[in-house]
T-cell receptor, first 116, second 116 residues
């Protein structure tokens, strides 16, 4: 399968714990995006990378959130000191700036986080 | 700031019939992209159709077509010959046109049910 993959698919944690999610984009895609989707809402943008550079961060991305994309390949999203309000689906998407799918974002299956 | 509004939380259609999902948006930009995404239950989001704002012709992809009214800032999705597999959440999304415009702005979604 050459699509976007995310791990883990589900994560249950206790309030105050740290969690880390991983996203592996489609191999030739240079852009990678993180979104958060809460129940009954559309996805909300968190941040995106072009290669290894983090180009934009949403105001939703508090100091407890950090994202990295070392070497411009996979990306990790870490949430420190989790709160119940962090419970959501975390979606990753990737895109390329060439070819017939120029700038089309392909989404992964998401990581569902539950904070108890 | 750009916003996307989907005023129909739920819609229902009989199999083989036609249904139209509504979307309005607000932007001060003249060039941008609009999208409809489909998110089946417990499955990843996929792109249904896209429209470039500079194109006057409405986009069509098989049974899916849009009615793009730029002056009215309206972007509706028509699904013809509805099939059971069309049942899903449908999200309308906006993206700016410039090279640095990465993120998608989503509406809250419309849940489409298809009755056999």
């Amino acid at each position: 399968d050459t699509g976007v993959s995310q791990n883990p698919r589900h994560k249950i944690t206790k309030r105050g714990q740290n969690v880390t999610f991983r996203c592996d984009p489609i191999s030739e895609h240079n852009r990678l995006y993180w979104y958060r989707q809460t129940l009954g809402q559309g996805p909300e943008f968190l941040t995106y990378f072009q290669n290894e550079a983090q180009l934009e961060k949403s105001r939703l991305l508090s100091d407890r959130f950090s994202a990295e994309r070392p070497k411009g390949s996979f990306s990790t999203l870490e949430i420190q000191r989790t709160e119940q309000g962090d419970s959501a689906m975390y979606l990753c998407a990737s895109s390329t700036q060439s070819g017939p799918y120029y700038n089309e974002q392909f989404f992964g299956p998401g990581t569902r986080l539950t904070v108890l | 700031a750009q916003t996307v509004t989907q005023s129909q939380p739920e819609m229902s259609v009989q199999e083989a019939e036609t249904v139209t999902l509504s979307c309005t948006y607000d932007t001060s930009e003249s060039d941008y992209y609009l999208f409809w995404y489909k998110q089946p239950p417990s499955r990843q989001m996929i792109l249904v159709i896209r429209q470039e704002a500079y194109k006057q012709q409405n986009a069509t992809e098989n049974r899916f077509s849009v009615n793009f009214q730029k002056a009215a800032k309206s972007f509706s999705l028509k699904i013809s010959d509805s099939q059971l597999g069309d049942a899903a959440m449908y999200f309308c999304a906006y993206r700016g046109y410039g090279g640095s415009q990465g993120n998608l702005i989503f509406g809250k979604g419309t849940k489409l049910s298809v009755k056999p």
